[in-house]
């Protein structure tokens, strides 16, 4: 099992950007596609961006197209979120997965211990 911890996040004013840095332990790390998912208070996790095994192909949810972008480099067990035009709606913690897939589904991802997003308007 990978273990994950995510760094990088804090606090930034609106339209600002932060970069999400998850590293993991282990040599299994390219064997796991990673995903990137958030949770605001009182609110479901909900999927923000996945990454494939060796980093070809990606995927966004709707409402971060165009700002954020996810990628790997499993030379270092390391996948990244770059946050761009961040948005006080982007606040929340933010986790990193692994998971044998991309997918939506939470419950199919072993996770990092999170990393908290704060947007200030």
């Known amino acids: 099992q990978v273990q994950l911890v995510e760094s990088g996040g804090g606090l930034v004013q609106a339209g600002g950007s932060l970069r999400l840095a998850c590293t993991a332990s282990g040599r299994t790390f390219s064997m796991n596609a990673m995903g990137w998912f958030r949770q605001a208070p009182g609110k479901e996790r909900e999927f923000v961006a996945g990454?494939?095994?060796?980093?070809?192909?990606?995927y966004y949810a709707d409402f971060v197209k165009g700002r954020f972008t996810i990628s790997r480099d499993n030379a270092k067990n390391t996948v990244y979120l770059q946050m761009n035009s961040l948005k006080p709606e982007d606040t929340a913690v933010y986790y990193c997965?692994?998971?044998?897939?991309?997918?939506?589904?939470?419950?199919?991802?072993?996770w990092g211990q999170g990393t908290q997003v704060t947007v200030s308007s």
């Open positions: 990454i494939t095994r060796s980093g070809g192909n990606t």
């Open positions: 997965g692994a998971a044998g897939s991309v997918t939506v589904k939470a419950e199919l991802y072993y």
